[in-house]
């Protein structure tokens, strides 16, 4: 007989939930997408009944056929909603991308109080930290602040409804800002700061914390952040592995076994389960770079795809061509919510192919310097492969110079959405079930050293732009 999972990974544009076996292979597969809204400069919303139907719509559809042993839960981090007692919001879900705390965040993060809150949680001053979202709320909504019952995110708010309980998972958790990482449990210093009591938040649970569906019956696994799911879902937690993601956004993961602190508070820190851990850095200038390029520059109705293949008509480095893409300010290593992008070096000479190419460079560039603080060493990266995720794995040329930037062994395994089969592992772990998946067969990509030095050179350059230009 048959066994099924569904994972289900809650993104920021679109919810994916896929049917697996205890193999690990897809057998059924639903994508609801959902709107990103910018209604006020460095706002960046969702509605939550939008995001809650597009999961229930995508359980509904794969459960129409199939019964599944659990449904296990995968989310993007960082949202937060302010709800009343009814569990009704009175604010829409305020994203990672939302800048409108950058203010609060910069004089916080330049504090000695700032250095301190970071060396409890591991997440930077930033405004995309959830804690200084209830800041900005406190400062600025003090009628919707004072009316609060809890300040949840996402995954929190859908949870209540599948299940009527409200709970967090420590892996969502550790990426609020809010929860001591050494413990596991909210720090009351940070939480006296923002004006809050325990009871203002969700109660952590752990990634394996299982509950009943209300509608239907259907056994939940809470699951865990979209990040580190990725990581276990495609084999990175595993020694001399490194996470490479590339989606709307992007990051490097490096797995630990405790907690890790960076003393110039560039990088971040968050749970798994258990004793696993990861070192950080996320970036908000993911693919969202390659899609502003698409829609609003080149206003082409060429697919993402065609574009990059384009790339290949020009050398590597984009003849000098480099573009810093910080267009919704930056997360690591800078941590500024009001960087811009720059386009250095270009020329009556450079072409529509050189723009694409020095695109997929500068968002590599963005990632690699993440890199070269997680492993400092040149020899340890040489030992290291990345395993990459996220939707930039189905272009091999974007792979390519992945490898070629990082000089770096890249893997691309089966298992592309990774976030959700790392949310079924983490089921698996709840019940005691082991994984049947076999060996995944993996596509290789080596670094090409012939590409070395001249990626080296606009490296250093890149890295230098935001420091010349950040007081202009």
């Known amino acids: 007989m048959n066994h099924f999972y569904i994972g289900i990974d809650i993104g920021t544009t679109a919810t994916k939930a896929m049917v697996f076996t205890r193999e690990g ?13 910018h209604p006020k400069p460095d706002w960046s919303i969702q509605k939550p009944s939008e995001v809650l139907n597009a999961v229930i719509e995508c359980i509904e559809n794969l459960t129409k056929i199939i019964t599944p042993q659990f449904i296990s839960f995968s989310a993007a981090m960082h949202s937060i909603i302010a709800i009343d007692s009814n569990g009704e919001p ?35 001053i930033h405004t995309f930290c959830p804690m200084t979202k209830i800041l900005w709320l406190k400062e600025n909504e003090p009628d919707i602040f004072a009316k609060t019952y809890k300040f949840i995110s996402l995954k929190e708010y859908i949870w209540h409804h599948l299940t009527g309980e409200y709970v967090i998972d420590s892996s969502m958790a550790s990426g609020t800002g809010m929860m001591n990482i050494e413990c596991l449990c909210w720090n009351d210093k940070i939480l006296n700061f923002a004006g809050i009591r325990q009871d203002k938040l969700s109660p952590i649970v752990p990634p394996t914390y299982t509950a009943q569906s209300l509608k239907n019956g259907h056994t939940l696994i809470i699951g865990g952040a979209d990040g580190a799911l990725a990581s276990l879902g495609t084999g990175a937690m595993k020694q001399n592995k490194m996470s490479l993601t590339i989606g ?44 502003w390029l698409k829609e609003s520059i080149l206003k082409t109705d060429e697919s993402f795809d065609e574009l990059i293949l384009q790339a290949n008509n020009a050398p590597v480095g984009s003849d000098g061509l ?23 070096g270009i020329t009556i000479n450079h072409t529509k192919e050189h723009l694409i190419r020095a ?32 939707g930039f794995t189905k272009n091999d040329v974007w792979l390519q110079i992945a490898a070629d930037i990082f000089q770096m062994k890249v893997a691309v395994s089966q298992k592309v959405e990774g976030s959700a089969w790392g949310a079924v592992l983490i089921g698996f772990m709840a019940f005691g079930i082991e994984s049947q998946q076999h060996d995944i067969e993996e596509k290789i990509f080596l670094p090409n050293k012939a590409n070395h030095l001249v990626y080296q050179e606009n490296f250093r350059k890149f890295s230098k732009v935001y420091e010349a230009l950040k007081d202009l």
């Open 25 to 37: 292979k897809v057998v059924d597969y639903q994508c609801i997408t959902y709107a990103m809204h």
């Open 90 to 124: 009175l604010t829409d879900a305020i994203l990672w991308a939302d800048n409108r705390a950058s203010a609060i965040a910069k004089n916080l993060r330049e504090s000695d109080l700032g250095q301190q809150f970071y060396e409890k949680t591991g997440i930077p």
């Open 248 to 291: 709307t956004s992007g990051a490097v993961r490096l797995p630990i076994n405790k907690p890790f602190m960076d003393t110039k508070m560039r990088v971040q820190c968050y749970h798994l389960i258990d004793n696993q851990y990861l070192t950080l850095g996320a970036v908000n200038n993911g693919a969202v770079i390659l899609q």
């Open 322 to 344: 480099i573009f810093v893409p910080y267009l919704l300010g930056e997360r690591a290593p800078i941590w500024d919510a009001s960087a811009q992008g720059t386009l250095l």
């Open 359 to 390: 695109t997929l460079e500068g968002i590599l560039f963005g990632l690699l310097s993440i890199t070269e603080i997680l492993l400092p060493v040149k020899k340890e990266r040489e030992q290291i492969t990345i395993m990459a995720s996220g």
